[in-house]
């Protein structure tokens, strides 16, 4: 099959689960076994049926599923980066304030500040995210084909 198609379908799922991932109170729904990126994967699926000609396997609904789960890792690891970067200013902010009423915590000051132990958490969630991502959108790339693949073949054949 023609990998333009597979493209095409794991940007518009990636695009949608990762989004979804990222907006406040919708992405809790994650919490049920990554379900944005589940129904990601199954809308990349449901594109690549209707976009590509032929029938579509098990094999390419599981490659477009982990497509679709990469792009919405990086979607969301990145957004949730530059939220963590961007709140960064305010938090340290907040801690000076926190440190001129309780001078006993001026160490921890000097730790924030550094930030590497925080930047590198932020990466390595970033690396993982991509990870389980990339699982739960083949899982819900395979999902989506055995159950759009079922329906096509339970259509009545078309009448002349």
């Known amino acids: 099959m023609n990998k333009e198609y597979y493209l095409k379908a794991a940007l518009i799922g990636g695009s949608i689960a990762g989004f979804l991932s990222v907006i406040p109170i919708v992405n809790w729904l994650n919490i049920i076994c990554c379900l944005w990126v589940l129904v990601g994967g199954g809308i990349a699926v449901y594109i690549l049926t209707t976009s590509?000609?032929?029938?579509?396997?098990?094999?390419?609904?599981?490659v477009v599923g982990l497509l679709s789960g990469i792009i919405a890792g990086?979607?969301?690891?990145?957004?949730?980066?530059?939220l963590s970067f961007a709140g960064l200013g305010t938090g340290m902010a907040y801690l000076e304030q926190l440190i001129e009423r309780f001078p006993q915590f001026e160490e921890?000051?000097?730790?924030?500040?550094?930030?590497?132990?925080?930047?590198?958490?932020?990466?390595?969630?970033?690396?993982?995210?991509?990870i389980i991502y990339a699982i739960f959108g083949t899982l819900g790339g395979v999902i989506g084909t055995a159950i759009l693949v079922r329906k096509k073949k339970e259509e009545p054949p078309a009448k002349a």
């Open 108 to 130: 921890y000051l000097g730790m924030a500040r550094t930030a590497t132990v925080g930047a590198g958490m932020i990466i390595v969630g970033l690396f993982f995210s991509i």
């Open 74 to 82: 990086v979607i969301c690891g990145v957004i949730n980066l530059l």
């Open 52 to 62: 590509a000609p032929g029938p579509i396997t098990y094999g390419d609904g599981a």
